[in-house]
């Protein structure tokens, strides 16, 4: 076996795999506001601050300048010890995911008084019982009585809605 003198040769080996092509470093994109490792106090005192509209660990991130996992791990302590409660509330992240709704422990009822179903809401929950209904309808009066019920609820939702 003869020993190769590898002095010369520039080329790293993934290059020469690449088709000889040099490695450039890739730009590495800096986060928009400095981030920093989060403070229990600073979260309780936000949530205080937002009251019963509440807020998802990325909005109380974002506001704060601190970093999402450590809002979201500091969230969940606070939520087992029995200060913050969840929502049946999702709102949509900055990354287009839904994310639960926190709200501080006094205003949770407020929280709940305060979001009642729209209407939208509550016809599409009718519409999807009477999807599922229809695909069990063997005749043609069950069918009418499906029907029937579809009208009487959606009748509802438009006096309540008034």
Not at 15 to 36: D, W
Not at 125 to 141: G, I, L, P
């Amino acid at each position: 076996m003869v020993a190769r003198d590898h002095s010369q040769n520039t080329k790293t080996r993934s290059s020469a795999l690449r088709g000889g092509q040099e490695i450039k470093p890739k730009p590495v994109a800096l986060p928009a506001k400095p981030v920093r490792k989060s403070s229990s106090l600073e979260i309780q005192a936000w949530y205080i601050r937002m009251g019963a509209r509440g807020g998802t660990a990325d909005e109380c991130a974002d506001k704060l300048g601190l970093m999402h996992h450590a809002v979201s791990a500091a969230l969940n302590r606070l939520r087992r010890s029995g200060m913050l409660q969840v929502t049946k509330e999702r709102r949509v992240t900055r990354s287009g995911h839904s994310a639960h709704v926190y709200v501080w422990a006094p205003h949770a009822k407020a929280a709940a008084v305060r979001s009642p179903p729209s209407v939208d809401q509550q016809i599409l929950k009718v519409a999807k019982a009477f999807v599922v209904k229809r695909a069990k309808v063997r005749t043609e009066k069950q069918y009418a009585k499906i029907v029937r019920a579809l009208i009487v609820d959606l009748s509802r939702i438009a006096l309540e809605s008034v």
